[in-house]
């Protein structure tokens, strides 16, 4: 079973800063079946990137991923205040795994 | 227009047993695998396990199997998400999910959420 660790568990950055998101899997992710998911308080979460750097419908090219084998990071240009959220990475296949989680709050 | 939508919240007693829905609409549903996720209060997302409704194959995370068993109604394209005796631990909201990629693009739909809480 894959293990995904995020860092850091939390970010506090001022409007208009940079967020850089970790991601380590615990084995190569071979297939590159990994995503990014945002959830705000009392919603369900939404697909950001998939495919380790390719963006959702929507979502605006602020948000950028990358990484390969066993490391992917998460960035966020420029933040904004609806941005301030809680993030996960996930691998996704015939099973999915999520990381534990960065919450990105207003500093 | 693709929609999963997921029966209201439930209050149930420990040994209790229980099933929420995924009603599914806007496209064929033996098509896209069901997944269904689990947030404990104030915790992260984790996946329980899922659903190929073109046959009802199942998968389930290592920590859940057992515990929980999901099924598929392809007369009404819902999936099911059982318990046959509930532990307070199994208090959370319950989303039911799904990530279809198509000619290299993904899309995800995720129902709304179902608060199942557990208490004596």
């Known amino acids: 079973e894959i293990v995904l660790t995020q860092s850091p568990d939390t970010l506090s950055l001022s409007l208009g800063e940079r967020a850089t998101l970790s991601c380590r899997a615990s084995q190569s992710l071979s297939s590159n079946y990994l995503a990014w998911f945002q959830q705000k308080p009392g919603q369900a979460p939404r697909l950001l990137i998939y495919?380790?750097?390719t963006r959702a419908t929507g979502i605006p090219d602020r948000f950028s991923g990358s990484g390969s084998g066993a490391d992917f990071t998460l960035a966020i240009n420029r933040l904004e205040p609806g941005d301030f959220a809680v993030y996960y990475c996930?691998?996704?296949?015939?099973?999915?795994?999520f990381g534990q989680g960065t919450k990105v709050e207003i500093k | 227009e693709v929609q999963l939508v997921q029966s209201g919240a439930e209050v149930k007693k420990p040994g209790e047993s229980l099933r929420i829905s995924c009603k599914s609409s806007?496209?064929?549903?033996?098509?896209?695998?069901i997944n269904w996720v689990r947030q404990m209060p104030g915790r992260g997302l984790e996946w329980m396990g899922r659903i190929d409704p073109s046959d009802s194959y199942t998968k389930f995370s290592p920590s859940l199997e057992g515990h929980v068993t999901i099924s598929a109604d392809s007369s009404t394209g819902t999936v099911y998400l059982q318990w046959s005796s509930l532990e307070a631990s199994d208090t959370a909201m319950y989303y039911c999910a799904s990530l279809y990629c198509t000619n290299g693009i993904c899309f995800d739909y995720w129902g709304q959420g179902t608060l199942v809480t557990v208490s004596s």
């Open positions: 806007g496209y064929r549903f033996s098509t896209r695998w």
């Open positions: 495919g380790v750097s």
């Open positions: 996930q691998q996704y296949g015939s099973s999915w795994t």
